[in-house]
């Protein structure tokens, strides 16, 4: 099938998960997972109808960027940042999903103020507790979207997780519970300036059961451009090194 068919087929499939689980499919928003995926396939799906361009690494990111910055299309950033690489992203994200620590919210904030604007954030987290994701942990997320609300260049609309990677469909729900059930006690707080809109949560294997428990967006990589050659491992390895976790705590 072509990117175009594909595309059809995973709307059809949201539509239907939505309508399922009593929603609008209209209100469920489609992320264009690209990571390893050639500018020009990537070009091929926006003129299909993808309007959210998503990267898992800053430097691919800005390399396809740079050759598809014309096309009509958002690009958002949903692999882990590291505080290094924060002037990069900002040039062309217009959404960061993975906002997961106070340090890393600063940097941005304090990079944000020089340059005279304000960014659209997710706060991520954890919500299957495994040691190789990242993301705040489910009993801490409440207290980070607060800290990070002070800062005023940051404009949090919601949240994101990555789901067990498992078959066990009960499992795989958990982890969707819990952020929905996270994002209702936000809610319920009323924070100044947090405007709850979005749960970012589903992959190509997953998205159907994360939008019959809450999702209104879902990054969907390998429904679409098919099959990568480089395993998931390259971009959430399978377990973090010593100077990944010291990077997380920064």
Known sequence: MSIKENLEQVRQNI?????????????????????????????????????????????????????????????????HLQTNKIKDVLKFADMIHSVDRLSLAEKLDQRLQQEGRSLDILVQVNTSHEESKYGVAPEEALSLVKQTARYDTLKIHGLMTIGLFTKDEVKIRKCFKVLKEINDNIVKEGIDRVDMKYLSMGMSGDYQIAIEEGANMVRIGTAIFGARNTPDAYYWPSEKTDADRAKQME
């Open 15 to 79: 539509a239907n998960a939505a309508t399922k689980a009593g929603k609008k499919p209209d209100d469920i928003i489609l992320v264009m997972a690209t990571k390893t995926v050639e500018p020009e396939r990537i070009r091929e799906a926006i003129r299909a109808g993808g309007h959210i361009v998503a990267e898992n690494k800053v430097q691919e990111a800005l390399k396809k960027y740079e050759v598809l910055k014309n096309e009509d299309a958002e690009w958002h950033f949903i692999g």
